[in-house]
């Protein structure tokens, strides 16, 4: 299994950005689709965005569409969460998980239970 360290989180204002970066250790990371999860308080863990072994293929959650972009960098073993437009409302620990798929459609990959490595998480907090 891929061993995942999240970075990049923080306090942002509303209609702030945010990077995350997600850095993996092990030789499957470029085989491997890649996804984003978060967790606000007192709720359950959502899925965010999912990436393609490839980076061909891309996946987001509905109200992040064309605020949050999911990148990745092979050679680096990386994969990104590029957070625009950022709201209230996107305040959670965000969690960066490798799947047991290459690829998959989307609703595959936004359910946890296609991945089987995950990271400690980071915390982002947007203040209104």
């Known amino acids: 299994q891929l061993q995942l360290v999240e970075s990049g989180g923080g306090l942002v204002q509303a209609g702030g950005s945010l990077r995350l970066s997600c850095a993996a250790s092990?030789?499957?990371?470029?085989?491997?689709?890649m996804g984003w999860f978060r967790q606000a308080p007192g709720k359950e863990r959502e899925f965010v965005a999912a990436?393609?072994?490839?980076?061909?293929?891309?996946y987001y959650e509905d109200s992040v569409k064309g605020r949050f972009t999911i990148s990745r960098d092979n050679d680096k073993n990386t994969v990104y969460l590029q957070m625009n437009s950022l709201k209230p409302g996107d305040t959670a620990v965000y969690y960066c998980?490798?799947?047991?798929?290459?690829?998959?459609?989307?609703?595959?990959?936004?359910?946890?239970?296609?991945?089987?490595?995950w990271g400690q998480g980071t915390q982002v907090t947007v203040s209104s």
């Open positions: 092990g030789r499957t990371f470029s085989n491997t689709a």
């Open positions: 990436i393609s072994w490839s980076g061909g293929s891309t």
């Open positions: 998980a490798a799947s047991h798929y290459s690829d998959h459609d989307r609703p595959t990959l936004g359910t946890s239970g296609a991945y089987n490595s």
